[in-house]
């Protein structure tokens, strides 16, 4: 009797396992791994789960995604790719032009994403004009971080172009503060200086420079207005800043040590994680002189080519979810981005994400809305790779001059263009 | 066993012994032959994968469109791959000669019969127990002046103090040096140690009858005598500094930009991190070539004169 009974439990269980199988499953490679970012991807592992599809998760951790993008060429060159991965901006295309990446466009036509998306984001989304990823969130990255307390006791002015800027960061400095906190490292040079960039070329120069690789705008003199400014701006930051993390900085700010910090909205995480209200213990608003411009950064999910028919139908229901309101929502108040979809209500988001949302608006429709070169939204990881050695060799050079920097960079980005 | 215990017992004993023979024979080539293997594809093989990779222009993924020397020319006019090279120099040099100074001096001391000798000798050896990890990590913090050392002394009172190297951009280098002479001046010690007890006494009372005062003895005498301790501790100083990884990765990650770069990172950072692996495998192949260059004429003419003697 309990052999029998046994038996048919192992039968019961072995249906079950099957019928999950019969159901599909989606492996998720991803580096959403740091607290809020974890509880983000929980969500859309349950409400893929309440769905009856299985999710494998395949979380790599470290390098900013690097480890992780070597874990994935492994295992896509040797034939088994999983469903999905993190994988963003041009290197979504060039993925899919070595063949690896599905064609989402009956999901998509279904879901009607042509809708619901930004143009802007649907190019990136698609190659050669069809859907091979999906998008999760937007994040702006021309954001100053204020901290109004500093402010008010150096009796300084909250900037918002750069003569202001310096004019407050010198009064801030006399009153024994760091005008503005930095994360020195390579990424962290090219972030900042993709705002200054943007406050003195403009979206139409920013565009031509940075996306079509122009030389004469690369070495123009825009740009070496540019290198100008953030020459002056290391000025502003303390010395001991070399091998500091983004978010050593935003504390920073949050312990009133320094005034302000030029970083994309995900610092949010670190303000709300300590407690901190936007509007009153510290204030968002646009890089100096780069109002009305958005910055955009987007994570986003390639789908990989699959062979059994039940993980497939497991992918497109991952990536259908993926626009559904509630996990735009969710996903997005736990990361400190805003939905990607332009139709939901914001009501439940704080002040800084509404604004933020107001911004995508505008900027999208005056066409103010520029892929981040610093968050490889831009261009290549090769091209990428060479600006941020001109930029970050540049910023830690005492000697160095605009006007050759400016050239370098030209000369560095055709260089990686083989 | 069982069974080459009856084998052994059959009365036709020819043919038996000479399965063992054979087996015998063969057996230390089975047994090294998986090893050897490994060593051929592991190591050779991967070599010339390499230096086939570095005349294609293979980006994020190997291709095999060649591009002949291209990716060398491209190489060649990197400003970082400069840098990166000229930091290799400075630190090379310094790290092998501060380490081979202080590990001789070291050894020199502790070889006046002192007292709690062995246990002195632990403590300079010990560091080498230590991963580069947390070598350099440990270094970061007391070299970073808003954290360590600095801070220390102006917070004791001392605020002229300055410390500051490894925030500098033509200066942080040097910080990988102290770490680095940190690190391997108690092995070096141990090296010249091992080789001092080695000589004879005779020697030097010879020489001290002959009115030789004692640095005389070590200069004249004793170091010359060391010629092959010299020859194994320059050779593993050698290669340590040139695979230099670890402790650049954690100290200074290249930086403050990427002045404190060693063509060991370049590598790793264009071939894994940017997508463009043919350049990673030419500086690979200019690496091994730098190791060639160097080490080839000196282990000829070490093991050369060797035989002579």
């Not at chain 1, 090219?190 to 004469?216: C, H, I």
């Not at chain 1, 312990?255 to 909205?265: C, H, L, S």
């Not at chain 1, 831009?378 to 000697?399: C, E, K, M, R, Y």
Request: include cysteine.
């Amino acid at each position: 009797m309990k052999m029998l009974k046994r038996s048919a439990a192992a039968l019961a269980l072995c249906c079950a396992a099957s019928m999950a199988q019969a159901k599909g499953t989606v492996e998720v490679l991803h580096w959403w791994t740091s607290g809020g970012e974890a509880r983000a991807v929980g969500v859309l592992k349950n409400m893929l789960e309440q769905e009856g599809y299985h999710w494998k998760d395949f979380a790599v951790a470290g390098g900013g995604g690097s480890a992780a993008m070597t874990v994935l060429k492994t295992r896509a060159v040797s034939g088994n790719p999983p469903a999905a991965a993190q994988i963003k901006g041009p290197s979504i295309q060039e993925w899919a032009k070595l063949g690896f990446l599905t064609n989402l466009d009956p999901v998509a036509k279904k879901e009607h994403w042509n809708q619901e998306l930004p143009p802007l984001v649907q190019k990136i989304m698609q190659y050669k004009g069809h859907y091979v990823a999906v998008p999760a969130n937007v994040h702006r990255v021309n954001w100053l971080w204020v901290n109004p307390e500093v402010f008010k006791k150096a009796d300084a002015q909250i900037p918002h172009t750069w003569p202001e800027f310096f004019a407050a960061a010198k009064k801030i400095k006399a009153a024994g503060f760091i005008p503005l906190a930095h994360g020195g490292n390579p990424w962290g040079d090219t972030t900042l200086f993709e705002a200054v960039a943007l406050s003195q070329l403009g979206p139409d120069d920013y565009r031509k420079a940075f996306v079509d690789l122009d030389q004469n705008v690369l070495e123009g003199p825009k740009m070496v207005e540019a290198f100008t400014i953030f020459k002056k701006i290391h000025d502003d930051i303390d010395s001991n800043s070399p091998g500091r993390q983004w978010n050593m900085a935003t504390h920073m700010v949050i312990n009133g040590k320094a005034a302000m910090q030029i970083m994309g909205d995900w610092a949010k995480g670190e303000f709300t994680a300590a407690g901190k209200v936007p509007g009153k213990d510290y204030e968002c608003l646009p890089a100096p002189g780069t109002q009305g411009d958005f910055s955009l950064n987007i994570d986003s999910l390639a789908m990989f080519q699959l062979k059994d028919k039940a993980d497939i139908k497991a992918q497109d229901a991952l990536a259908a979810l993926m626009l559904q309101p509630k996990f735009q929502r969710v996903f997005n108040m736990a990361k400190g981005s805003i939905p990607v979809r332009t139709d939901l209500s914001m009501k439940s988001f704080d002040a800084c994400a509404q604004a933020s949302m107001k911004a995508f608006k505008a900027a999208s429709k005056d066409g103010r809305l520029v892929p981040s070169f610093s968050q490889s939204m831009a261009d290549s990881d090769a091209v990428l790779g060479q600006i941020t050695d001109v930029v970050t060799n540049f910023f830690n050079d005492p000697g160095a001059d605009p006007k050759k920097a400016a050239h370098q960079l030209a000369v560095a980005v055709k260089s990686a263009q083989l | 066993m069982s069974t080459q215990i009856g084998v052994l017992s059959v009365p036709a004993k020819r043919p038996a012994s000479r399965v063992i023979n054979l087996i015998q024979a063969w057996l230390p080539k089975l047994v090294l032959a998986p090893s050897l293997a490994l060593v051929l594809v592991g190591v050779y093989g991967y070599m010339i994968w390499t230096a086939v990779l570095s005349f294609t222009n293979s980006s994020f993924m190997p291709s095999f469109r060649f591009v002949g020397f291209a990716q060398y020319a491209r190489l060649i006019a990197n400003d970082r791959w400069h840098t990166a090279c000229i930091n290799l120099v400075i630190f090379g040099v310094l790290f092998i000669g501060v380490c081979l100074a202080l590990g001789i001096f070291l050894a020199i001391f502790l070889d006046q019969k002192i007292r709690q000798e062995g246990f002195i000798r632990t403590v300079y050896l010990y560091p080498m127990a230590l991963s580069l990890i947390v070598t350099g990590t440990v270094w970061r913090w007391i070299l970073n002046p808003g954290l360590g050392l600095e801070k220390l002394m102006h917070d004791w009172g001392w605020t002229s103090f300055h410390f500051d190297w490894l925030v500098r951009s033509h200066l942080s280098v040097y910080t990988l040096v102290i770490a680095a002479v940190w690190q391997s001046s108690g092995f070096v010690m141990a090296l010249f140690l091992a080789g001092l007890r080695g000589i004879d006494p005779s020697i030097i009372k010879a020489a001290r009858v002959d009115g030789a005062r004692l640095p005389t003895i070590y200069l004249r005498i004793i170091l010359p005598c060391m010629r092959p301790v010299f020859f194994s501790a320059i050779m593993i100083l050698a290669h340590l500094s040139i695979k230099s990884f670890d402790l650049v990765k954690v100290m200074t990650a290249g930086g403050p930009g990427y002045s404190s770069d060693l063509p060991a990172l370049f590598m790793y950072d264009m071939s894994f991190t940017r997508g463009q692996l043919g350049l990673g495998a030419a500086s690979a192949i200019m690496m091994l070539g730098a190791i060639l260059a160097l080490l080839v004429p000196y282990l000829y003419s070490e093991l050369r004169s060797k035989r002579h003697d």
